[in-house]
């Protein structure tokens, strides 16, 4: 049996150091030789006539390596569980003492590991002292005002033009990289997108005002959008950041004005149906609650975001940075450089520490999502995109079958469900206050981070 002993050479991080004598793996190497002495596949012996001799001369230095390694692993893992290590990944070999193996001087041999150990955690934001902010959008008339002229727009009917008219035309428009002249470089490529007249800044919109397919203006992304479209502008041209400031030539190729829907009992049932809607003053009603829906996720992400951040950052979790750093060169498909490792630490960190929060408050609060949570939740999303044709339908029992025979999909649920479950018991844990903002306010409070899973 392996003979195993343990040393603390830094915070939270240890060497484990393995030794294994002959008797730990001899027994083992001669029982593989002759395993191996009957599936052998050697010119000149029938098969299972080899001669162990023969087998150990080829092989068997690759062979006792092997079952050396298998000895020192065993004793290793065994040695982890008995003592309960609770470890970061997996023990790092410090040394390599496998290529000092010699199959015709069997000896004992000594391996070391050093290992992270997970901390023991308190996670002190939860202890009642922490307070946090719930926002509450003001829906106003004029959000429901541009809801339903969005939808209006989006069920109307389109006709081509000949020049810009109405704030409510769609341009399909061509950008080109220029200089501050609207000049345009030999070979400069072209990105299409299209885009509605009002959603240039005011200014635009009268430079492009009565202009018709074929004309061009010139300016900045910054000049011509506020910083939602520019973001949206950006993201749709595929170009990075810094181009707001950049200017391009723009060519008008297409006119589109759209001839609203009229608000009919029609209209009303092709966006709510069965809903039995008949007025524009019920129709404007559901707008606005439907638009209250949206703001109250919003507010809710908002505050888990905040939440996530405050226990990423308040909770004291002691680290063995030097370790997990070594561990990151070595640990993944590709090994990194020592700087690649540094660089990538940060961001190791900050989700480390969350992995070790989630975990432990899961673990202490029975927190779980069952198979028919999961398979509700995937039926609310076939009703969700499929309306009130989903509603009692023959196919929706196949449907929701085929969607959880799909491990990826499960495997995405899940996660999402217990986080939200997560952030909901986190959330009873901490004072929460409400206030009053509007959305113009709300959009431009700062997003710290994206929403974390567990």
């Given amino acids: 049996m392996a003979t195993v002993t343990r040393e603390n050479i830094g915070l939270l991080n240890d060497k484990i150091t393995v030794k294994v004598s002959q008797e730990d793996y001899l027994p083992n190497f001669e029982k593989a030789l002759k395993q191996f002495s009957k599936s052998a596949n050697i010119p000149g012996f029938r098969k299972g006539m080899v001669p162990v001799g023969m087998v150990k001369k080829m092989s068997g230095q690759a062979i006792m390596t092997d079952e050396v390694l298998k000895s020192v692993e065993k004793?290793?893992?065994?040695?982890?569980?008995?003592?309960?290590?609770?470890?970061?990944?997996?023990?790092?070999?410090?040394?390599?003492?496998?290529?000092?193996?010699?199959?015709?001087?069997?000896?004992?041999?000594?391996?070391?590991?050093?290992?992270?150990?997970?901390?023991?955690?308190?996670?002190?934001?939860?202890?009642?002292?922490?307070?946090?902010?719930?926002?509450?959008?003001?829906?106003?008339?004029?959000?429901?005002?541009?809801?339903?002229?969005?939808?209006?727009l989006k069920g109307g009917k389109a006709e081509e033009v000949e020049s810009i008219t109405s704030e409510d035309d769609v341009l399909n428009v061509s950008f080109e990289a220029a200089n501050d002249k609207g000049e345009v470089a030999e070979g400069t490529e072209k990105k299409e997108t299209s885009v509605l007249l009002k959603y240039f800044t005011p200014a635009i919109q009268e430079q492009?005002?009565?202009?018709?397919?074929?004309?061009?203006?010139?300016?900045?992304?910054?000049?011509?959008f506020d910083a939602e479209r520019q973001a949206f502008i950006l993201k749709d041209l595929k170009l990075d950041e810094a181009a707001v400031n950049d200017h391009f030539k723009v060519t008008i190729t297409k006119i589109n004005h759209i001839q609203k829907r009229e608000l009919n009992e029609e209209f009303f049932a092709e966006v709510y149906p069965n809903q039995e809607i008949t007025t524009e003053e019920a129709f404007r009603a559901k707008l606005k609650e439907e638009i209250a829906k949206y703001w109250e996720v919003e507010a809710r992400n908002n505050l888990h975001n905040e939440?996530?951040?405050?226990?990423?950052?308040?909770?004291?979790?002691?680290?063995?940075?030097?370790?997990?750093?070594?561990?990151?060169?070595?640990?993944?498909?590709?090994?990194?450089?020592?700087?690649?490792?540094?660089q990538e630490y940060p961001g190791f960190d900050h989700q480390l520490r969350w992995t070790l929060i989630s975990d432990k408050l899961i673990r202490d609060n029975g927190i779980e999502v069952s198979f028919e949570e999961v398979k509700e939740n995937a039926k609310q999303r076939i009703m969700a995109y499929f309306g009130g044709a989903a509603e009692g339908a023959e196919w929706m029992d196949s449907y929701i079958d085929n969607m959880l025979k799909d491990e990826k999909f499960v495997d995405q649920t899940y996660r999402e469900m217990i986080t939200t479950k997560l952030f909901d018991f986190a959330e009873t844990k901490v004072s929460v206050k409400e206030e009053e903002i509007t959305a113009e306010e709300f959009v431009k409070l700062p997003h710290k981070h994206h929403h974390h899973e567990h």
């Fill in 75 to 152: 004793g290793l893992m065994e040695f982890i569980q008995t003592e309960k290590l609770d470890i970061f990944g997996q023990p790092i070999s410090l040394d390599q003492t496998s290529q000092k193996i010699d199959v015709n001087q069997p000896a004992e041999y000594t391996f070391d590991f050093e290992i992270g150990l997970k901390p023991v955690i308190d996670i002190t934001p939860l202890d009642g002292n922490t307070t946090l902010t719930k926002y509450k959008i003001t829906v106003t008339d004029a959000m429901v005002d541009d809801e339903l002229n969005r939808l209006q």
């Fill in 208 to 224: 492009l005002k009565g202009k018709k397919v074929g004309d061009s203006i010139s300016f900045k992304l910054s000049d011509a």
């Fill in 307 to 342: 939440l996530f951040e405050t226990l990423v950052h308040e909770t004291p979790i002691e680290l063995p940075a030097d370790f997990l750093k070594r561990w990151l060169q070595i640990g993944g498909e590709k090994p990194k450089t020592a700087e690649e490792a540094e």
